[in-house]
């Protein structure tokens, strides 16, 4: 029997891939990179837990972001007189550059109404309020001043893979810290804050902007709306 003479061409007569398993998991979305309210709870715990022993400015950095949804470069910014602890209010109106793609120290916030006041909850102002009396004043003013660093900051680097740690260890799937300024705003939007207030909360340009990067949390809310309305006209 005569055999055909097969030509290569850089084809590949068999299908390699047959039977192969494929390991490992998707990535996940940026839509998807937050944390949720149980998540978020667990992690709060820890890091109060964690202050009334050690008072890591890193796990201050942690909990701010998390408690007020404010941008890392907005929390690192921050002065002491930024903080009212009678009205429990934190004032943002800068921000601080922190990697060689920024210049150095004090600037502008994102855009004028990232200018903003918001309010904190009382633990969490009572704590920054035991940080300060036990941390000394620095030259700069800052809350979380670090003399070891070319920027005079903690490091995005270095607070999240902090947070990374305790989130493992805590069981959570990783985030990073900006993940929880998105963690911050899903919390707000699954518990029924307005999405104007949540928009003035995170310092966003417009309404618009919110609702285009929490697209995927409003289409969830409405389908949940959708099926309320549905049981609330039926019990009529």
């Known amino acids: ?9 850089g084809i590949i007569p068999s ?10 998991q998707d990535s996940k979305k940026s839509d998807e990179k937050h944390i949720n ?11 109060m837990e964690s202050l009334k022993i050690d008072n890591r400015p ?9 408690k007020s949804g404010m941008r890392f470069a907005e ?12 009205d429990n209010t934190i004032n943002i109106n800068k921000t601080w550059g922190y990697t060689s793609s920024y210049d150095d120290g004090k600037k502008k916030t994102k855009t004028e109404s990232s200018n903003r006041i ?73 518990k029924g804050i307005s999405v104007q207030y949540i928009s003035e909360r995170l310092g966003h340009a417009d309404v618009d902007t919110t609702i285009r990067i929490y697209t995927h949390l409003i289409k969830e809310l409405r389908e949940e709306d959708e099926n309320n309305t549905v049981n609330i006209l039926a019990a009529l």
């Open 37 to 47: 309210y149980t998540e978020s709870k667990l992690l709060s715990n820890y890091l």
């Open 118 to 190: 918001i309010k904190i909850n009382k633990v969490t102002m009572s704590l920054f309020n035991h940080f300060f009396e036990v941390t000394p004043e620095n030259i700069h003013k800052l809350v979380f001043y670090n003399p070891a660093s070319k920027y005079k900051v903690f490091s995005n680097t270095g607070v999240n893979k902090a947070l990374k740690k305790i989130l493992r260890e805590l069981q959570i799937e990783e985030i990073s810290i900006h993940g929880l300024r998105h963690s911050h705003a899903s919390i707000l939007f699954y």
């Open 15 to 24: 299908d390699f891939t047959r039977n192969a398993t494929i390991s490992g």
């Open 75 to 86: 929390i690192i910014a921050l002065t002491r007189k930024d903080f009212n602890f009678k």
């Open 1 to 9: 029997m005569h055999t055909p003479c097969i030509r290569y061409e």
């Open 58 to 66: 890193v796990y201050y950095i942690i909990l701010l972001a998390l």
